[in-house]
């Protein structure tokens, strides 16, 4: 039997909006990168992306495998790709590697090495970049076939991150208008993409922006609001899709950020517990969580399939009443997850998360 | 300024995080004669341990640590020769460590290993995407006390886990702790590491207790 996308769209557009009426579970939303993806379909990376028609089986297979209701294109998340972009235009390619059976990566700091580089970094112009290219029509025929739009990815500090390396964190010190310039210059570029998206595959229903600047470890929220959140309200200026804050960090800023800049959903696993989650749906009803707590590198890594069970049951019967809860485990796949511990996931839901949601 | 007030300053420095001036200071403090083994402990190992405290009370951030750490290799580049010339110093515990194959991000692994080596151990950074062989061939030349892990991305336990494999299979009998955002006590159990870290500053925290026991 066919894969039901147009039923899965439908869950998700009304777990999302609240509605609870005529919604018949709980939706199932997991990151799969090219690492997972490369292991269910058994091709390398390469493989995957030597051709957009390639690419969107791929990661539609992937996603029908493990019995998702959604589907990301991993390119499409504003990291290693905008990264490459930069590598490209800048010439310096020679900091990016490729991997047979995972994303490709930049070594950090490769790119804006000196302070010249961030003051020559030259803006990447994504109309002319192979891989965005691909991601573009990747967008257009997994839209084709499976009639889901897709959403696109953007951030400052993960990119940051990756042209600048450590060097970044350090000029928060000691060069803080040199590091702006380099936000700023991300900032533009992020812009270009968005609309190149427009352009090419339309606009996008929702925009996921990848926190990366809002944990404690990182560094304290009005620097986060210096180097990333002041950028992203300046993007929501700029862009009419709604924002979904995506942070993997273990030490996240959720609910502060939340009271700074308007998201209509989180997708995180930290703090784990779980009454921290239910608190936050106090204080955000109208903000849709998607994780909370299932956490990829603990009970999906290393846990049996009763322990991903019992982690989808606490989530479901906490959050999940009233909708506005999509059950995510965060953050990619890992390659050694257990297939039947993911496969879990969906049983659990078809267990605990059919609606109305028994509590007890 | 007495002895005590230049020490004081070259704690504040480095609890500051001022590399220059605490290069500038240490070198003052060297031509008036002062112990090295007090320098160590008054000023360096009490700046160090206040800047723990900053960080673990939210009010310091990644930016201090790596700032601090700068700091404090600036003065131990001086020191050393003068610590060496100490007939009581202990042989320098060597640590060896990387953030493991298909992995590049290295921040938490540097933090470590900068701060490590200004606290006077001898570190041996392998850098980042650090294939398992080297990994085995470097720890059987130097044998070093700990060997650290480091990993951010999700598929990087099973990369420890492999690089675990074969180092207990070489015979390496050193401790090993692993090391990211990815690990946590369940995976350190699986994986047969003997300590894991969330962060940078965690790392260095086990790494100096396994040391002390």
Redesign the interface.
């Known amino acids: 039997m066919p894969y039901d996308w147009i039923k899965s769209v439908t869950r998700v557009m009304k777990a999302a909006s609240g509605q609870v009426k005529g919604l018949d579970r709980v939706p199932f939303f997991a990151i799969s990168d090219e690492q997972f993806i490369s292991r269910i379909m058994g091709i390398t990376t390469r493989e995957i992306l030597s051709s957009p028609e390639t690419y969107a089986n791929c990661i539609i297979k992937t996603a029908e495998f493990i019995q998702a209701d959604t589907i990301q294109i991993p390119s499409a998340y504003a990291g290693p790709l905008e990264a490459y972009a930069f590598a490209e235009v800048n010439n310096k390619m020679n900091s990016i590697q490729w991997y047979d059976y995972k994303p490709l990566a930049i070594k950090p700091g490769e790119v804006c090495k000196t302070e010249e580089d961030i003051e020559k970094l030259e803006i990447p112009d994504h109309s002319k970049i192979d891989l965005w290219e691909t991601t573009f029509t990747t967008a257009n025929i997994i839209k084709e076939k499976v009639n889901l739009s897709q959403s696109m990815g953007v951030s400052i500090w993960s990119v940051v991150q990756e042209l600048r390396g450590i060097d970044a964190f350090k000029d928060i010190r000691r060069n803080p208008d040199l590091l702006l310039k380099l936000c700023e210059k991300i900032y533009e570029s992020q812009l270009d993409a968005y609309n190149n998206w427009v352009e090419k595959v339309g606009v996008p229903p929702l925009i996921m922006y990848t926190g990366y600047a809002f944990n404690k470890h990182m560094m304290s929220f009005k620097d986060a609001m210096k180097y990333e959140g002041q950028f992203i309200k300046r993007f929501q200026e700029k862009i009419k899709s709604p924002f979904m804050l995506h942070n993997c960090g273990t030490k996240p800023y959720f609910k502060e950020i939340c009271r700074e800049i308007d998201f209509v959903a989180v997708n995180g696993s930290h703090p784990l517990d779980i009454e921290y989650w239910i608190d936050f749906k106090r204080e955000f009803p109208k903000i849709t969580i998607m994780g909370a707590n299932i956490d990829v590198s603990r009970e999906m890594l290393t846990g049996t399939p009763q322990d991903v069970e019992e982690k989808v049951r606490e989530n479901i019967i906490n959050l999940a009443p009233g909708g506005r809860y999509i059950v995510s485990p965060i953050c990619c796949l890992p390659w050694g997850v257990p297939l039947q511990n993911v496969l879990a996931i969906p049983k659990a839901i078809e267990k605990y998360g059919r609606y109305p949601i028994k509590t007890s | 300024m007495t002895s005590e007030d230049l020490l004081m300053k070259l704690k504040d420095l480095i609890v500051e995080?001022e590399p220059q001036k605490t290069i500038e200071l240490m070198e003052e403090i060297i031509k008036l004669g002062l112990d090295a083994k007090i320098i160590l402990n008054e000023a360096i190992i009490k700046g160090a341990d206040e800047v723990g405290i900053l960080y673990e009370k939210?009010e310091y951030?990644?930016?201090?640590l790596?700032?601090s750490g700068?700091a404090i290799k600036a003065a131990m580049e001086i020191l050393k020769p003068k610590l060496l010339m100490h007939s009581d110093i202990k042989p320098q515990k060597v640590i060896l460590i990387g953030t493991v194959e298909?992995?590049?991000?290295?921040?938490g692994k540097?933090?470590v290993s900068s701060l490590l080596q200004g606290q006077g151990f001898e570190v041996i950074d392998l850098g980042?995407?650090v294939p398992v062989e080297t990994f085995v061939q470097k720890a059987k030349e130097i044998k070093p006390d700990i060997i650290g892990l480091s990993g951010l991305?999700?598929?990087s336990?099973?990369k420890m886990?492999e690089t675990i494999i074969l180092l207990k299979k070489a015979g390496i009998p050193s401790k090993i702790i692993i090391g990211g955002?990815?690990?946590?006590k369940?995976?350190c159990?699986?994986i047969g590491a003997d300590d894991c870290a969330?962060?940078g500053?965690e790392g260095i925290k086990k790494i100096k207790k396994i040391l002390s026991e």
Do not use: C, P, R
């Open positions: 995080g939210e951030f990644l930016a201090d790596l700032m700068d298909g992995d590049v991000h290295d921040i540097s933090l980042s995407d991305l999700t598929m336990i099973s886990h955002g990815v690990v946590s369940q995976s159990a699986m969330k962060d500053y």
